[in-house]
């Protein structure tokens, strides 16, 4: 949930590469996946002209190492961007079902993970596994639920390298 922007932006203080402390304002705050960042405002002089200056504010992002608090300073209400965490990645999820054959070795069939054909509690794999148990002897995989059509890019270019790579 975010809070509106405060009419003033409360005061921080910035820490110069050279050690002087200079107050400034602090319009907003986030998080990345390393560190805090503020985003620090400085009311300075701009020129307007040959004789003319105004005041003008430069803002910057600066890590949380580079800005102290000020004492007495409510800062819940600078807006403040979480770091949301990142989704899983896209993964195939398969399942594999141990099928008996009279007098030979079991043979395995693969299946997309939601196949209806699939048993039910079947050993799960991601493709990886998948991959290797399609290497046993007597594997394939299900024509029912297109596992066979979606497994065949990685099984073809296991067998047959790709020519154009580096060339």
């Not at 996946?33 to 430069?58: F, I």
């Not at 997309?112 to 799960?124: F, I, S």
């Not at 059509?149 to 580096?166: K, Q």
Request: with cysteine; net charge negative.
């Amino acid at each position: 949930m975010s809070t509106a922007p405060p009419a003033e932006p409360p005061p921080i203080i910035l820490v110069t590469p050279t050690g002087q402390k200079i107050t400034g304002r602090l319009p907003g705050r986030r998080q990345t996946a390393r560190a805090w960042l503020y985003d620090v405002g400085l009311v300075l002089w701009k020129s307007t002209g040959p004789e003319g200056t105004e005041p003008a504010e430069y803002r910057q992002w600066v890590p949380a190492a580079h800005v102290k608090p000020v004492d007495g300073t409510d800062y819940s209400v600078v807006p403040t961007q979480h770091l949301r965490p990142p989704a899983p990645p896209p993964q195939w999820a398969w399942k594999v079902e141990r099928q008996q054959h009279r007098g030979r070795a079991p043979g395995l069939l693969v299946h997309v993970y939601d196949c209806p054909t699939a048993p039910p509690g079947g050993e799960e794999l991601n493709l990886d596994e998948a991959l290797t148990a399609l290497d046993r002897s007597g594997a394939r995989a299900c024509t029912e639920c297109d596992a066979a059509v979606a497994l065949s890019y990685w099984i073809n270019s296991r067998e047959t390298p790709d020519t154009d790579f580096g060339a």
